[in-house]
Every structure is written in structure tokens, then in C-alpha cells.
């Protein structure tokens, strides 16, 4: 059981815009900063989006991240098949004392 | 460039230990901080803890604490994990992360090693 939750998949067709949501509570999200990571199948994770909304150097700004109270969202628009992968949602927990993560969200270009 | 060469792949029996190194290039070692991250198969992402390479403070998920210890190398820019007392559902892939030097509000993982392989069966 993640202690912060996205929705376990979302699909899209190329060209389409797509929002995966991640729900945290007040010590997690609520606190802190959201990050994003991208996984694509048999790699490490890679950064996407940090401190909420910004975009490390290389990353398109198809991808954008928002935060409101205690939930987060990444945004990817122009869908393209090269960004199916596994998406997941990061934030401190000052309740834990340590980094969280969401279950990960399995997005599937149709 | 900034990269983390991890070692290679081990396999462990029930209740041994592992240590596992990260090397990291391209950028001043101790003006960061190393993160571990592990993924058991099929499974999501789990933070382990992370080490200060410039203090050698470091921070262990609850979960972890008394079988996990984190250390580094300032001389050969590398950084450690090591698991005692090994169990199956230990056995996943585990990554090495730079870690910028923010506030902890701020905490996140900027590059990342390809990982290593830990499989833990008797």
C-alpha cells in the first residue's frame, strides 16, 4: 500500500492530453514540494518535473506538473508512444521522515 | 557527464548481507547528496534512505532502520548500501539517485545509476 495514490493506469491517443493525479495528506503533499518520475519499460527512473511544476534541462514542455492542497498532477499533452511508460508521483512525508512514492501509473498510448 | 556506474548483479543467501557501490563522475562528489531507491519485481519504486556526501549524515526509511547502512568515499567518489540479514522480499533492483542539496521540503532524485540486480533464494 503506497502512501500516495495514483490511478494504477490511463491511456491516451497520440496528439491527446493526458492528467495522472496523485492524492497525498497534509504531511506529504500537503508539506512539501511534488516530483515526477518517468519510468520507460527495462530503464531506471528518470526525472520529469521537480519542486511541482518545473522542468529539469531535456525535458519537452509537453510535460507539466500542478499541485492543489493535498493532491498533485502531471500533465502530458501532444501524446506521443514514446511516453508510454510508468509514471510516478514522489513528495516528503514529515510524518514518515522520509521520501514516498505512488504506486505508479501505467500510461498506454493507444 | 554526470553518471553512477552501480555494481554488478549478486545473488545472496537468506540472512547474508550486501553491499553495493555507486561511482558517480562529472560532477563534485560531495556538493551532493546519494539516494537509495529500490524496486522489487513488477513492484513500484521504494525509498531506502539517503547519505550526505559532504557530512555523511544520512536519513534510513523506518522500515530499513538496524539493516540498512549508507556510507561513501570522498577519495574514489563513491557511495555504498549495504542490507544485513537478508530475506526473499528483499530481492529487487536496486538505484543509486544524486541527490540535489535542497531543504528536505524540497528532496527529489536528479540522476540516476541503471541499478543492480540483488536476488535473495536459498
Known amino acids: 500500500q503506497s502512501v500516495l495514490t495514483q490511478p494504477p493506469s490511463a491511456s491516451g491517443t497520440p496528439g491527446q492530453r493526458v492528467t495522472i493525479s496523485c492524492s497525498g495528506s497534509t504531511s506529504s503533499i500537503g508539506s512539501n514540494t511534488v516530483n515526477w518520475y518517468q519510468q520507460l519499460p527495462g530503464t531506471a527512473p528518470k526525472l520529469l518535473i521537480y519542486s511541482i511544476n518545473q522542468r529539469p534541462s531535456g525535458v519537452p514542455d509537453r510535460f507539466s506538473g500542478s499541485k492543489s492542497g493535498t493532491s498533485a498532477s502531471l500533465a502530458i499533452s501532444g501524446l506521443q508512444s514514446d511516453d508510454e511508460a510508468d509514471y510516478y508521483c514522489?513528495?516528503?512525508?514529515?510524518?514518515?521522515?522520509?521520501?514516498?512514492f505512488g504506486g505508479g501509473t501505467k500510461l498506454t498510448v493507444l | 557527464q554526470v553518471q553512477l556506474v552501480q555494481s554488478g548483479a549478486e545473488v545472496k543467501k537468506p540472512g547474508a548481507s550486501v553491499k553495493v557501490s555507486c561511482k558517480a563522475s562529472g560532477y563534485t562528489f560531495t556538493s551532493y547528496g546519494i539516494s537509495w531507491v529500490r524496486q522489487a519485481p513488477g513492484q513500484g519504486l521504494e525509498w531506502m534512505g539517503w547519505?550526505?556526501?559532504?557530512?555523511?549524515?544520512?536519513k534510513y526509511a523506518q522500515k530499513l532502520q538496524g539493516r540498512v547502512t549508507m556510507t561513501t568515499d570522498t577519495s574514489t567518489s563513491t557511495a555504498y548500501m549495504e542490507l544485513r540479514s537478508l530475506r526473499s522480499d528483499d530481492t529487487a533492483v536496486y538505484y543509486c539517485?544524486?541527490?540535489?542539496?535542497?531543504?528536505?521540503?524540497?528532496?527529489?532524485?536528479?540522476?540516476w545509476g541503471k541499478g543492480t540486480t540483488v536476488a535473495v533464494s536459498s
Open positions: 539517485a544524486r541527490t540535489p542539496p535542497t531543504g528536505i521540503s524540497y528532496y527529489y532524485m536528479d540522476v
Open positions: 514522489a513528495a516528503w512525508d514529515d510524518s514518515l521522515n522520509g521520501q514516498v
Open positions: 547519505i550526505s556526501a559532504y557530512s555523511g549524515n544520512t
